[in-house]
C-alpha cells in the first residue's frame, strides 16, 4: 500500500523559511512525476511545484525565486524548501506523486504570521 507523510509544517513569521518533506512508501517513484499543491482557506487547491524523474523544475508564479523543490529517489522522498515566506503563503501543504496513478499525503499545515 502506497503511503504518502508529509512533515516540516509550522508556525513562521513573515520573512522566515520553512522546509517541507514527503516521504513515500510502499513502492517505487524514480519515475514519477513529484509535485506541491497548496490550499488556502475558502480556495481551491492550487500547484506550488513540480519535479520531473530527470530533475526539470516548474513553480507557481507566485513562488519562482522564493521556494525551490528537490528530490531524493534513493529516499523516494520530495523536498520543499520555502525562504521568505509571506502570509499569503499560509494554507494546508499537500504532496503529490503522479505516473499512471496519483498519490497524496494528507497535507500539512503552513501559517505564516507575526
Known amino acids: 500500500q502506497v503511503q504518502l507523510v508529509e512533515s516540516g509544517g509550522g508556525l513562521v513569521q513573515p520573512g522566515g523559511s520553512l522546509r517541507l518533506s514527503c516521504a513515500a512508501s510502499?513502492?517505487?517513484?524514480?519515475?514519477?512525476?513529484m509535485g506541491w499543491y497548496r490550499q488556502a482557506p475558502g480556495k481551491e487547491r492550487e500547484l506550488v511545484a513540480l519535479?520531473?524523474?530527470?530533475?526539470?523544475?516548474n513553480y507557481a508564479d507566485s513562488v519562482k525565486g522564493r521556494f525551490t523543490i528537490s528530490r531524493d529517489n534513493a529516499e523516494n522522498t520530495v523536498y520543499l524548501q520555502m525562504n521568505s515566506l509571506k502570509p499569503e503563503d499560509t494554507a494546508v501543504y499537500y504532496c503529490?506523486?503522479?505516473?499512471?496513478?496519483?498519490?497524496w499525503g494528507q497535507g500539512t499545515q503552513v501559517t505564516v504570521s507575526s
Open positions: 519535479i520531473s524523474s530527470g530533475g526539470t523544475t
Open positions: 503529490n506523486f503522479r505516473l499512471v496513478l496519483i498519490y
Open positions: 510502499g513502492g517505487i517513484f524514480s519515475n514519477y512525476l
